[in-house]
T-cell receptor, first 112, second 113 residues
Framework: NAGVTQTPKFRVLKTGQSMTLLCAQDMNHEYMYWYRQDPGMGLRLIHYSVGEGTTAKGEVPDGYNVSRLKKQNFLLGLESAAPSQTSVYFC???????????FGSGTQLSVL | GESVGLHLPTLSVQEGDNSIINCAYSNSASDYFIWYKQESGKGPQFIID?????DKRQGQRVTVLLNKTVKHLSLQIAATQPGDSAVYFCAENLGGSNYKLTFGKGTLLTVNP
């Protein structure tokens, strides 16, 4: 039982490049979330999903897209990376009826 | 202490002392609160949670206190150990069918041996 797994752990992009961050959970959770964490800013919600095939915008969704084609996976895409998207990205999941979230170990992304 | 909206505060304690980390929340409709611990280079880990119908909840060496009158949450760590050094976040949930957590900016706890 691995919990929440994020890949990759590190990535460096050039401005304008695209990439996809993958999040996988093996806890059969309904809810999945993508957060970004910047120094002194805490965790800010980018997008989330309340079930397979559903997505919704969070606090800072601009420049990102997500997909939840399978219940266990939640993908975060950057179509055209910008330096402002340099951050640490965390995926989390939660079970239906529970507000407690379980987090992955993060992806450190640098956009040059 | 921290608040949803302030710069990252720091707390430095001696090993063996008790630590108190504070958090102010702004939404009186929030009905669930949770504390996470984040060590350097790792994701947040659940410590303890509390619902708004409670004032206090205890775990192993940790206690969370909730004061709804002044919208204040605190995390108490007994006999603080070097392994407790981390950033601590509080988060709140507005309740109902809303399962989104709003996080504070964290408090850096440093335990001196």
């Amino acid at each position: 039982n691995a919990g929440v797994t994020q890949t990759p752990k590190f990535r460096v992009l050039k401005t304008g490049q695209s990439m996809t961050l993958l999040c996988a959970q093996d806890m059969n959770h309904e809810y999945m979330y993508w957060y970004r964490q910047d120094p002194g800013m805490g965790l800010r919600l980018i997008h989330y999903s309340v079930g397979e095939g559903t997505t919704a915008k969070g606090e800072v969704p601009d420049g990102y897209n997500v997909s939840r084609l399978k219940k266990q996976n939640f993908l975060l895409g950057l179509e055209s990376a910008a330096p402002s998207q340099t951050s640490v990205y965390f995926c989390s999941s939660g079970g239906q009826g529970s507000e407690k979230l379980f987090f992955g170990s993060g992806t450190q992304l640098s956009v040059l | 202490g921290e608040s949803v909206g302030l710069h990252l505060p720091t707390l430095s304690v001696q090993e063996g002392d008790n630590s108190i980390i504070n958090c102010a929340y702004s939404n009186s409709a929030s009905d669930y609160f949770i504390w996470y611990k984040q060590e350097s280079g790792k994701g947040p880990q659940f410590i303890i949670d509390i619902r708004s119908n409670m004032d206090k909840r205890q775990g192993q060496r940790v206690t969370v206190l909730l004061n709804k009158t002044v919208k204040h949450l605190s995390l108490q760590i007994a006999a603080t150990q070097p392994g407790d050094s981390a950033v601590y976040f509080c988060a709140e949930n507005l309740g109902g069918s809303n399962y989104k957590l709003t996080f504070g900016k964290g408090t850096l706890l440093t335990v001196n041996p």
